[in-house]
Every structure is written in structure tokens, then in C-alpha cells.
């Protein structure tokens, strides 16, 4: 009996350590909502860059918990989770963020960029937009830590290619539920029809609406070549995930796990920008072979495009703020 006692007792004392040396080894819980599947970028370089980088140079003290498919949300949902700091990081898409934080809307705003390294100096955190950004961000209780890439957003449609502004004429495009977006369809010259994204594939087949705008990436994950024959590269406006932080969360870690936790983020950043940009590759030509009718624009054809969108520029830069629209149109020049 005393024996049996004797090892009841060490294998308590055994368990006791083990669990105590568990929770000492993980301080913190870092958990990261967005709304894609698990063969998007964001997933894939979260999963081989931000979650090991962290947790490995944190020591063990950050544990890293990855909740795709919007299983904590959808886009608006996560920033008040983050807000709230009942979510500690978030990847929504900028155009939602644009809710909390108006001067976002310019990165919406059509044929503002016409590469993805104009794109980068103006989101770069530690430059004169960047700083902006990230100062608007914190008065929202949120720390702005970077932007990853969805892609440049062209059109998709059932019945021709797109070489022009005129060629939209008639269209019924799908596109988000955003003014910025829906005034630049009325530019364009096509009838914007904003929609949940969760609907589009079905309204798409059941030809309630043409066509639909997005990224290649997106084109190909959502299977829309299954039912839309042309993708005319119209590239009207870029469109980017913000990485969000909780105030709370950051403001509860010490200043060595913040450098961490800022650091893994721009790793993520750096890797998820080179997958997109691999998987764009890898999907035009992918949906070439599955039978989609493929244009890209000449430079006289997109001027077009840029000339017919122009008033929208002007409106929403001056609803916004035209000193930040003034000071971008510079740096990218």
C-alpha cells in the first residue's frame, strides 16, 4: 500500500511539472482569424513563416493559433474582435478596415497604381503614407502592422472580351458592396450589382449577374472559370489585406515580444507577397487551360480606363483627404 501511494505521488508530482512547465512555456495566445480557405497565400505563409517565426523566437512564451476559413468571423467581425481584443490579430481585407479607418478608402480608389512596387512605397509602414496610416489605425485601438496582397481586381464575364470602356456597356457586374467600387462600375460604364461574395459563384451560374471583379487568385481558388468564359486584365484598382494587432494584446506583452511579434509580421508580409505573386502565375495559366478566353490591355487601351474613371479619383480623394491623395500622387510618380 505505501508503495503504491509512494508512485500515485511521483506520477502527481510528474504531471504537476509537466502541465507547469506547458503553461510557463506559453505565456501568451496569439490567435490569428481571417476569412480564406487554406490554399490561399495568407494561410500558407502564415502556417510556414509567422507561426514558427514567432513561436520559436518567443521561446515558446507566444503560442500561434491559425483560424482560416472565417471560423472567428467575417472581415468586419475580426476588426471589432480586434478592437475588442477577443481576437489578437486579424488579416481583413483593407477595403473593410476602410470602415474603421476612412483614409484607407485611397488605396481603393481606380487606377491609382499601375504596378505592385508603387503599391509598396505607398503601404510601406515606415514611410510618409505608411506612418499616416498607422497613427489612424491606433486611434481605433488597433495596431496596423502591414499589408499582404490579393492582387490587382479585373473583370470577369460570360459574354466578350474587354478592350475598352464601351465593351462594358450592358454588363451586369458583380462587385463589393462598397461606394468607391460601385461608382467606378458607373465610370467604366458597366451596371455594378454589389453582392456578398458568398453569393457571387451562384448568381454568376444562374446568370443573375455577367460578370464579376476580382484577382487572378481568386478567380481560379473560387472556380469561377467553371462559369465565365472571358478575363479581360483590366487591373482597375489593387486590392490588399491588412494585418491588425490588438491594442490590449500588444500593450500586455513586453517590449522584447512586440519586436517579435512585429518582425514575424513582416516576414509573413515578404512571403505571402512572393506566393501570390507565384500562384498568379501558376493560375492565368491554369485558367487558360481550363478554357477561359484571356486579354490583356494595351497602354493605350488603359488609358482609356484611366480617363473614364478620373472623376471618381477626384471625389472620394477629396471626401477623404486630398493632402494624403496630393502626397501619394508624388511618391509613386
Not at 127 to 142: F, N, R, S, Y
Not at 237 to 258: C, G, H, R
Request: hydrophobic share 40%.
Amino acid at each position: 500500500m505505501k508503495r503504491t501511494t509512494t508512485l500515485w505521488a511521483v506520477f502527481l508530482c510528474g504531471a504537476f511539472l509537466l502541465t507547469g512547465s506547458v503553461g510557463l512555456a506559453a505565456d501568451f495566445t496569439l490567435k490569428v482569424g481571417y476569412v480564406v480557405p487554406e490554399s490561399y497565400p495568407h494561410h500558407i505563409a502564415a502556417v510556414e513563416v509567422l507561426k514558427p517565426f514567432i513561436e520559436k523566437e518567443s521561446g515558446g512564451k507566444i503560442v500561434v493559433e491559425l483560424y482560416p476559413n472565417g471560423q472567428l468571423g467575417g472581415d468586419r467581425q475580426l476588426c471589432e474582435a480586434v478592437q475588442l481584443g477577443t481576437v489578437e490579430m486579424a488579416f481583413p481585407s483593407t477595403t473593410v478596415l476602410a470602415s474603421f479607418i476612412p483614409e484607407l478608402q485611397i488605396l481603393d480608389l481606380p487606377y491609382l497604381f499601375s504596378s505592385k512596387e508603387q503599391v509598396y512605397k505607398v503601404v510601406d509602414l515606415n514611410g510618409p503614407i505608411g506612418k499616416v496610416l498607422v497613427e489612424k489605425a491606433k486611434t481605433q485601438g488597433m495596431f496596423l502592422l502591414g499589408f499582404a496582397d490579393i492582387g490587382f481586381m479585373s473583370l470577369t464575364n460570360s459574354k466578350h472580351p474587354i478592350k475598352k470602356p464601351d465593351d462594358t456597356k450592358g454588363l451586369k457586374i458583380r462587385v463589393m458592396e462598397n461606394p468607391v467600387y460601385i461608382d467606378t462600375a458607373k465610370a467604366i460604364g458597366y451596371n455594378p450589382t454589389p453582392m456578398t461574395f458568398g453569393e457571387v459563384y451562384t448568381a454568376l451560374q444562374q446568370k443573375v449577374v455577367d460578370g464579376q471583379e476580382q484577382g487572378i487568385n481568386v478567380t481560379r481558388n473560387m472556380k469561377f472559370h467553371d462559369v465565365q468564359k472571358y478575363f479581360s486584365l483590366t487591373e482597375e484598382a489593387f486590392s490588399t489585406i491588412s494585418i491588425i494587432v490588438s491594442e490590449s494584446f500588444m500593450d500586455e506583452i513586453p517590449d522584447e515580444l512586440k519586436t517579435i511579434v512585429v518582425e514575424g509580421v513582416r516576414l509573413f508580409c515578404e512571403a505571402q507577397r512572393k506566393v501570390n505573386s507565384d500562384q498568379e502565375v501558376s493560375n492565368l495559366k491554369e485558367l487558360a487551360e481550363k478554357g477561359m478566353e484571356i486579354n490583356s490591355l494595351t497602354p493605350e487601351e488603359r488609358e482609356l480606363f484611366v480617363k473614364a474613371t478620373e472623376p471618381v479619383r477626384q471625389k472620394y480623394a477629396g471626401k477623404i483627404n486630398p493632402k494624403l491623395f496630393e502626397e501619394i500622387q508624388i511618391l509613386i510618380k
